[in-house]
Each structure stands twice: as structure tokens, then as C-alpha cells.
């Protein structure tokens, strides 16, 4: 079976650093995305990535190691609205994005 | 309208009333997906259409059913609705089916 796992809920400082890790087992391997929800409103795109490596956006990192089956979310300098879900996705075989539950990020002051 | 738009907002339904959602985008977007999002688990495709004239099925289409006649509407049908159906449900497009997915703002649906 396909199979999205993210931790479900971290908490964090403001100003500080978080990774938020995504680990996929899928049938084919089409690209994997980021996606940031506020509680009551929509996913909103964050990133992509499809080969191995870093992509940089901003205070945001999404890093990607196809071979371990695992991605992560870095977030820098955390700031109170960053407090929302992040979702993992990946596109598998029928360019069909598989998600993950998504991960509760709680900020503190 | 910018983006994509969904309507009703949200709705309370008896079972076994036949209800449809509307999705609308000005993006001219080829791709169009409906999912539904329930408590602790992922998005879950229900249906989806690469082009306009065409659809298919996701994850969990039982109990549903769309129409895609133009490139802008995309709507979903409960036929005769059941208690299970009660979720928030998402309409999204994307510039092709390769591309990210914008999404509407959802519609909350309560079956009694």
C-alpha cells in the first residue's frame, strides 16, 4: 500500500528553528510538495521537489533524499502565523499526489 | 472571481438528500480535483479531471459522482447522502496535471 508518515504535532519557539520530517512509501515517485494549512482555510503550496537535494525559498527549505524515501520541511526564524499544518504529498505513478495527514506546528512566544 | 470558488460554504444535509457542491476557477486551468479532509487523516481524492470532457476516479469516488463540461465548473454530486459523507470538502486545479495544486476555500458538509 502507499503510505505517507509526518509526525502529528510539533511545538517550537519563535525565532527559532524547526524541521518537520515526511517519510513516503509509494508505488512510483513523481515529485513531492509541501503545502501549508491554517486551521479552517485551504492548502497553500509551498514547495516542490523532485530530485535529490536542497530547494531554498525564503526563511522555508525543503530537503529531499529519494533513495531513504524521506523529505523534510526546515523553518527558520519562526514566527507566530507560522503556527499551522504542513502536509506532505507525493505524486506517485498516475501522477496522483498521495497525502500525509499533515503535521500540527504549535509556535510559542 | 480570482482563483478558485466553492459553494455553499458549509451545509447540514438529512440522509439520503441529494446535494451537489459547485467549484468554479478563472485560472483556465486544464486539471481539477475534488478530495475530501476528515480528522487525523490525509486528503483523499474522490474524483478528478485532466481536461474538460473528462474525469475519473480517485481514492474513495463510492457515493459520488462529477461532471466536467466546461474547463471552469467542476461540480460534485452526493446522490443520496450518508452519515460517512460528513467532512470537509476541497476543490483544487492545477495548469496541467504535472503542475501544483491550487485550492478552493472548501465546503464543511454535515449528514444527519
Known amino acids: 500500500g502507499q503510505n505517507i508518515d509526518q509526525p502529528t504535532e510539533m511545538t517550537a519557539t519563535e525565532g527559532a528553528i524547526v524541521q518537520i520530517n515526511c517519510t513516503y512509501q509509494t508505488s512510483g515517485f513523481n515529485g513531492l510538495f509541501w503545502y501549508q494549512q491554517h486551521a479552517g482555510e485551504a492548502p497553500t503550496f509551498l514547495s516542490y521537489?523532485?530530485l535529490d537535494g536542497l530547494e531554498e525559498k525564503g526563511r522555508f527549505s525543503s530537503f529531499l533524499s529519494r533513495s531513504k524515501g524521506y523529505s523534510y520541511l526546515l523553518l527558520k526564524e519562526l514566527q507566530m502565523k507560522d503556527s499551522a499544518s504542513y502536509l506532505c504529498?507525493?505524486?506517485?505513478?498516475?501522477?496522483?499526489?498521495?497525502w500525509g495527514a499533515g503535521t500540527k506546528l504549535i509556535i510559542k512566544p | 472571481i480570482a482563483g478558485i470558488t466553492q459553494a455553499p460554504t458549509s451545509q447540514i444535509l438529512a440522509a439520503g438528500r441529494r446535494m451537489t457542491l459547485r467549484c468554479t476557477q478563472d485560472?483556465?486551468?486544464?486539471?481539477m480535483y475534488w478530495y475530501r479532509q476528515d480528522l487525523g487523516l490525509g486528503l483523499r481524492l474522490i474524483h478528478y479531471?485532466?481536461?474538460?470532457?473528462?474525469?475519473g476516479k480517485g481514492e474513495v469516488p463510492d457515493g459520488y459522482s462529477v461532471s466536467r463540461a466546461n474547463t471552469d465548473d467542476f461540480p460534485l454530486t452526493l446522490a443520496s447522502a450518508v452519515p460517512s459523507q460528513t467532512s470537509v470538502y476541497f476543490c483544487?486545479?492545477?495548469?496541467?496535471?504535472?503542475?501544483?495544486?491550487?485550492f478552493g476555500p472548501g465546503t464543511r458538509l454535515t449528514v444527519l
Open positions: 504529498a507525493v505524486r506517485d505513478s498516475n501522477y496522483q499526489l498521495i
Open positions: 485560472m483556465r486551468h486544464n486539471a
Open positions: 479531471s485532466n481536461t474538460a470532457g473528462t474525469t
Open positions: 483544487a486545479s492545477s495548469d496541467g496535471e504535472y503542475n501544483e495544486q491550487f
Open positions: 521537489n523532485v
